[in-house]
């Protein structure tokens, strides 16, 4: 067995070196990014492999303008308040048959449902890491989190920042295998996988003075091929391997097995079977976000030069005592003819007026870059209902046209696998009710209504709510017009895209009970209406006299 497992992690060594080959291109452009953007985000970017996690140097020596800072973190912040807000329900769940939906029964388990995801997402970290993972996605373009299995609080989310793992796409182009490298401590190490699995170097600095040394420790997570010979014994889908970089003695810290892919990375764009993401915000406001340092420190120079100019000075002032703090006097020695003293070494004019509203452009520009504000928009959204993402979806429509692949990718690529292996996680706890009949064999579908997915649904409901509008005023001129509308697909229509729980509307089959029963119930009341004025016909005719000479007595023949 310990030599199957000095193969194996031969094996995965040799493939991380694979990896990393395959990653080094983007580490320059990483750390030259992170440096400008996100200075405390990124290990390892500097090439040594060395970096701990704890790495808590100073950062940002090179930032005068923090521009990019700011609005790497406003963007975060909307992109969480837009797709995944804590505060108002960001998704919902539905069957792929529509009719099967309808019912009452089925409707009323997927609410539960959601109610106890978000109860456990709330309950759990799940927002942090998302906030983290966004965070990293709008400077680096690819951002990563895991959720395992909690028993205080059913999930834990570990979020990941860039440089400290590599990634692999599977067949269909999408991301199935994850490497870290990381530094715990000897203490940390055992305390973790038990002092029988670590190796002697490792027990001996826990046992001893060094339990704070550091180790770098490899954790895998691919497909449970059969490419090595370890395997989760119970056959999962994926696979978890834990080993000690150099390892000396032939055994792994541990193995096991996930029936869900546990780690979700998800990228800002790709390009063919790209693994890393691109063309995110920080890597195209880049040349702006660099012009806008050099700018300002040349800015800051000029300022400081202004107000403390370089000086020349006479020769026979060498010797002298210069009083130079504010109203200070100094005593020269004036020649005839001749110039003493000191004065500014040159004189250029700067022009502050024009340098600041070039500064301002180039802000505006990286803002622009970060969709700043359309996010600070949606972040600072009051907590209401209504026409909030009418409001977006009108102030911002060619932007959210531009962010619709991202949303999309954020949808697909992390958090439906993220919803997924949740409710995976809390089935198998036992935590989800027991299903009604008619949901048994129907997958269900995850829909997004937050507020960024309602306001790129509103973007493309302008031209039902135009024809709605066009015809109501054809139809005060001519109603029949309104029969060539299904006014019950319009208002589905509109209501799913808005967002509406779909408890609010009625279904279909118990519509169609109402509207017979109004029509009976209509009909009953003309067939009353007739009755009534027949018997007040009869009552009439009844009380009429017809023993005199009138206009009835001549109809009906009786002599007078």
Known sequence: MAQDARKAIQAMTRRLGEMETAREEFRPHWKEIG?????????????????????????????????????????????????????????????????????????????????????????????????????????????????????????????????????????????????????????????????????????????????????????????NDDRIELRDIRNRPTRSVYYEAGNNNGKVLRVRGFDEMPVMATRWDVVGSGVYGIGCPGMNSLPDVKGLQKMRKKYYTALDKLVDPPLQGSADMRYEEVNDIPGGLSFINQAVNQWSGYRPLHQVPVDTLRINEAIQQDRQTVREHFFADLFRMISSLPMRSGTTATEIAERHEEKLMILGPVLERVHDEML????????????????????????????????????????????????????????????????????????????????????????????????????????????????????????????????????????????LGIPA
Not at 144 to 159: D, T
């Open 416 to 555: 439906s696998p993220g919803i997924d292996r949740t409710y995976s996680i809390m089935l198998r706890s036992g935590l989800i009710p027991e299903p009604p009949p008619e949901i048994q064999g129907q997958p269900i579908k995850i829909e997004y209504i937050g507020i960024l997915a309602q306001a790129q649904k509103l973007v493309g409901l302008g031209a039902i709510e135009g024809f709605m509008g066009f015809a109501g005023n054809l139809a005060s001129v001519n109603p029949q017009v309104l029969d060539k509308i299904d006014m019950d697909e319009a208002i589905e229509l509109y209501g799913d895209a808005i967002g509406v729980p779909p408890s609010v509307l009625v279904p279909q089959e118990q519509v169609n009970q109402i509207r017979a029963a109004r029509a009976a119930q209509a009909q009953a009341q003309q067939q009353g209406q007739a009755a009534m004025a027949a018997a007040d016909g009869a009552k009439t005719l009844s009380e009429t006299d017809t023993g005199g000479n009138n206009m009835l007595t001549q109809m």
């Open 35 to 223: 440096e400008l953007n996100a200075p405390q985000r990124g290990r390892g970017l500097s090439g040594s492999n060395s970096e701990e996690d704890t790495d808590g140097s100073k950062k940002g020596a090179q930032i005068y303008d923090p521009t990019g800072v700011i609005s790497a973190g406003t963007t975060a912040a909307g992109m969480q308040s837009g797709i995944t807000s804590q505060s108002r329900p960001w998704f919902r769940l539905a069957l792929q048959d529509r009719a099967a939906s309808d019912s009452h029964a089925v409707r009323m388990w997927l609410s539960e449902v959601e109610r106890r995801l978000r109860a456990v997402f709330e309950g759990s970290n799940f927002y942090k890491a998302c906030y983290h993972t966004y965070s990293e996605l709008v400077v680096f373009g690819t951002g990563a989190f895991s959720i395992m299995e909690s028993f205080e609080n059913v999930i834990h989310c570990k979020p990941f920042t860039i440089g400290e793992y590599y990634l692999a796409n599977g067949p269909t182009d999408k991301v199935n295998t994850f490497v870290r490298r990381f530094w715990p401590t000897a203490l940390q190490i055992v305390e973790e996988f038990g002092e029988k699995n670590v190796s002697q170097t490792v027990k001996n600095a826990a046992k001893g003075n060094a339990t704070e040394a550091r180790f770098e420790v490899i954790h895998f997570v691919e497909p």
